[in-house]
């Protein structure tokens, strides 16, 4: 399941009700209240608590974040990395240097290979301008 922006709120809530093979997200927010306008926040219905999600997965998570993300600050990514880690989840965190919030599709297609790479239990290769922290049974090991 693949979620970009407000859709990873969306794959992060499928994941909880249904069991799927992995989960990854582009631009993802922790909480949809923390993110949006003050005076908007009583008019959001669902919260799309994607921190809440992420702690109770038990597929893989794949969290893809720019770091010059100007709508979705590179703090969720990495609030959301941590809160998997601490939940003993399995994935890979991806910062990408120089990105923003629309990733181009060219861009995005290069992290497909390393993303079946994880899943085959393999290490992918590096990609350029990418800093990767990969966590449980994706983690290098020591």
Partial sequence: MLGHSL?????????????????????????IQRLAPRIVRAFIADRYDNLGAVKAL?????????????????????????????????????????AGHRP??????AFIPAILAYCDGQRPASLPDVRTLSFGRFAAPR
Avoid at 7 to 31: E, K, P
Avoid at 73 to 96: E, M, Q, T, W, Y
Avoid at 104 to 109: E, F
């Fill in 7 to 31: 859709g990873s709120g969306v794959a992060l809530g499928l994941a909880r009700r249904q069991s799927l093979d992995a989960v990854i997200t582009i631009g993802a927010f922790t909480d």
């Fill in 58 to 98: 038990d597929e893989p998570i794949f969290l893809i974040h720019g770091l010059d993300d100007d709508i979705v600050p590179a703090f969720h990514g990495r609030d959301l990395g941590k809160a998997a880690i601490d939940a003993g989840a399995s994935g890979v965190a991806v910062s990408v240097s120089g």
């Fill in 104 to 109: 181009t599709p060219d861009r995005m297609a």
